[in-house]
């Protein structure tokens, strides 16, 4: 492959990416308690082994009842009913009940206690009741073999709460080992940086990739195995890329993409890998590499190859790696300003709610005006991004426009 010159769509590479990614998490997952299961990736459909509610249940602390007892009741015309106790009652009889207690036998509704006064043996009821007023239903919630949780969403703690009181202890979530690789000698990792009178005299530039991308992934729900930085040698980045690619399932590296003669990092994957993409035409993130290794076993590992640049990486990660396993949420708002963009190249433009005159509510976007792939600020500033299809010149003030959520 000719590398950097033959330069490929968006919709191309991500479908290359996603594809690839399809078939080596196929058999990558563990079994692990619901109760640690937060912001882990569900490896499967789970579907409801059962009806929730599993049987009718109070949904007030009140008195079971039979409705059509009470028709007529109001508070000038109260009826008496017989409390009793068990759990079955005929006409003109009642039980007590808290929440979440069963509805006795012959009973079909629950009056609020709010509503009744209790007097020895007797309640006095002062609310005309319907049939299955106050009760929660078998199977009102969720109904049996009623899909809970799909293959590949997020775990959160209404799921959470959801599986537990459906009896579910466990679930496969993915489990793909992670390897983050960051070259480059003009580099330092934060722990050995003196101070930053360090940084002016030797001109270096804290690595802030790593805990950047190491931060994104466990984001998705996965968590990377972090190497040290690496210098610009062709040896030494050969080395600990065979390591890592020996460790893990998929490997990111940053810096060292473009075709300079210190491009160490492309030359060596290239070298040691099949290299399925290298340049995609958007902006910024342009010099994004994707490759397999093949291992003497047969096993094939992922490298995603980042820019050096914080957004450019930042951005490459976004579309194609988080957006398989945690799609962006998105919504539909007005441009405060024209934006023009190249036909040909897909651009993602980080924006910023704005107030319109429209009660002073942010109900607008409008472009950062700082930009750059190296301006960490104007992604730390963004609130949201959008994306500018190859075939679109650009959008006019006013016009909705698609936005994804940061």
Not at 8 to 26: E, G, P, Q, T, W
Not at 77 to 104: A, F, Q, R, Y
Not at 134 to 139: D, E
Not at 349 to 377: C, H, M, Q, Y
């Amino acid at each position: 492959m000719e590398l950097l010159k033959n330069l490929i769509s968006y919709h191309d590479a991500k479908n290359i990416v996603f594809n690839n990614l399809d078939k080596l998490i196929n058999s990558k997952y563990k079994t692990i308690s619901v109760l640690n299961s937060l912001n882990k990736i569900s490896f499967e459909d789970i579907k409801a082994p059962t009806d929730l509610p599993m049987f009718n249940k109070s949904a007030m602390d009140g008195y079971a009842i039979i409705a059509e007892d009470t028709f007529g009741a109001s508070e000038n015309n109260p009826i008496i009913l017989n409390l009793v106790e068990g759990d079955e009652i005929s006409s003109e009889e009642c039980i007590k009940v808290c929440t979440g207690m069963p509805i006795p036998k012959g009973a079909n509704a629950v009056v609020m206690k709010e509503y009744c006064n209790e007097e020895d043996n007797f309640l006095e009821v002062r609310w005309s009741s319907y049939p299955n007023e106050n009760i929660s239903r078998i199977g009102e919630d969720i109904k049996k073999g009623e899909t809970i949780l799909k293959k590949g969403e997020t775990i959160n703690p209404y799921h959470i709460a959801l599986l537990l009181s459906l009896g579910i202890k466990d679930i496969k979530v993915m489990d793909l080992k992670i390897g983050l690789i960051s070259t480059g000698d003009e580099l330092i990792d934060i722990e050995d940086l003196k101070d930053i009178q360090q940084l002016k005299n030797q001109h270096k530039i804290v690595n802030s990739n790593t805990p950047m991308l190491s931060a994104l992934i466990n984001e998705t729900g996965l968590t990377p195995n972090i190497y040290k930085l690496v210098k610009d040698n062709e040896e030494e980045i050969k080395n600990i890329l065979l390591n890592a690619l020996n460790e893990n399932d998929i490997i990111f590296t940053t810096g060292g993409t473009s075709v300079g003669d210190r491009d160490y990092t492309i030359k060596v994957i290239n070298d040691l890998c099949s290299m399925e993409l290298h340049g995609v035409q958007i902006r910024p993130g342009k010099p994004f590499g994707f490759a397999k290794y093949k291992t003497n076993e047969g096993e094939e590992k992922l490298i995603f190859i980042l820019s050096g640049y914080p957004v450019a990486g930042a951005v490459q990660f976004e579309l194609f790696f988080r957006n398989y396993f945690k799609p962006r949420k998105y919504l539909y708002l007005p441009l405060n300003r024209n934006i023009a963009s190249t036909l040909g190249r897909t651009d993602i433009l980080r924006l910023k709610f704005v107030e319109t005159n429209n009660n002073n509510k942010k109900s607008a976007v409008e472009p950062l005006k700082i930009t750059g792939s190296g301006v960490l600020s104007s992604i730390a500033k963004a609130d949201c991004y959008t994306i500018i299809g190859e075939n679109i010149e650009g959008y006019e003030k006013g016009e909705v426009i698609k936005v994804y959520m940061l």
